[in-house]
C-alpha cells in the first residue's frame, strides 16, 4: 500500500519542480530520515533527504551506491 508522507516545501535540484511529498512503498508510516535515497517522480534525478528532509543531489558516493542498489535503480 501507498503511505503519502508530506515533507517541508523544497524543489527537485535538477528539474527545480516543486515537492511536498514523499511515498513509502514498504513500511506504514515509516518517514525518511537524513541520507536516505528518493527519486524525483518529474524527472527521474536521484535525490538524497537532508536532515530537515529537504532534498538534494547525491555526492559521487551516495551515486555510485545508488547505481548499484538493484531495489533503487
Known amino acids: 500500500m501507498l503511505h503519502k ?15 511536498s511529498a514523499t511515498s513509502n512503498l514498504e513500511e506504514d508510516g515509516a518517514k525518511p530520515v537524513g541520507g536516505d535515497f528518493s527519486v524525483c517522480l518529474y524527472c527521474g534525478g536521484g535525490l538524497v533527504f537532508n536532515d530537515d528532509l529537504t532534498m538534494r543531489m547525491p555526492t559521487p558516493k551516495e551515486s555510485l551506491i545508488m547505481e548499484n542498489t538493484p531495489d533503487f535503480v
Open 5 to 19: 508522507i508530506k515533507l517541508p516545501e523544497d524543489s527537485c535540484p535538477y528539474c527545480k519542480h516543486k515537492i
